[in-house]
């Protein structure tokens, strides 16, 4: 089974805060949604489209509308490199849930983001990949910076408590001292710990995409041990809503 969170941000369209609200699924071919308990603290948030019911867990053969439309249509001329800026094989394209975990099903200035819950990987390190938000508020040296980076360059993560819109804010600097963007926020307060509690982390450039929109411009590499007891995405935001009523989506 392939599973992601779904955050959504409140607030101002710009800084607002994330959290999470709810699950999306895909098992022996079928979606699944339900919401988690942060769709009802998460202050503003309304259901999504055809979506309302905050106890119910849909089910479909097709990908819900509300995240369909985060993917670009493979009938585009770019789709091809589309895939290769999230480091996909285009001749090999994966179930779409699998590039939303990537991509996060960004669109600009857009309230609702995807994204995997990390897992210790096969030597029980911390891996994941994800990509360079806050890009588009760094400025042209930054932006210069950034045409100029190389696969594999490493990076630097820097806690930026007195951020204003974000105190468990992860800024992402080069090592010669540029300011690049942020690790994504709800990353932010899981890579805290990591920064406090392993005996080493890392962060390298996976990828440029300097034909991409600035949300997938940079994709990064992040690598480090898995602390005894860290338990990613545990909040209660995090927990389902209590299920009962079943809903099947016809395509």
Not at 216 to 236: I, K, T
């Amino acid at each position: 089974m392939s599973a992601l969170f779904v955050a959504w941000r409140g607030g101002d369209p710009q800084n607002g805060v994330w959290g999470p609200v709810g699950r999306l699924e895909f098992d022996s071919g079928v979606y699944r949604f339900f919401y988690t308990r942060g769709a009802r603290t998460l202050a503003g948030f309304r259901p999504f489209p055809q979506m309302d019911n905050l106890n119910a867990v849909y089910e479909s053969e097709d990908l819900f509308p509300v995240f369909a439309n985060r993917l670009l249509s493979s009938s585009r001329p770019e789709f091809d490199a589309y895939l290769c800026w999230g480091g996909f094989d285009p001749d090999n394209p994966p179930e779409p849930i699998s590039i939303l975990s990537v991509t996060q099903g960004i669109r600009q200035t857009d309230s609702i983001e995807v994204f995997p819950c990390p897992a210790p990987d096969i030597d029980g390190c911390y891996i994941n990949k994800f990509f360079l938000h806050g890009v588009r508020w760094v400025g042209q040296v930054a932006l210069d910076r950034i045409a100029r980076l190389k696969p594999n360059e490493s990076l630097n993560l820097v806690p930026d408590p007195h951020n204003e819109f974000d105190p468990q804010a992860v800024a992402v600097w080069t090592a010669d001292g540029m300011r690049l963007g942020y690790v994504p926020r709800y990353l932010a307060g899981d890579i805290g710990r990591l920064l406090s509690d392993c005996s080493y982390i890392e962060l390298f450039v996976e990828r440029v995409n300097q034909d991409a929109p600035l949300q997938q411009r940079v994709l990064c590499r992040l690598h480090a041990c898995w602390p005894e007891g860290f338990l990613p995405c545990s909040d209660e935001a995090y927990s389902p809503i209590p299920h009962i009523v079943p809903v099947h989506c016809e395509a």
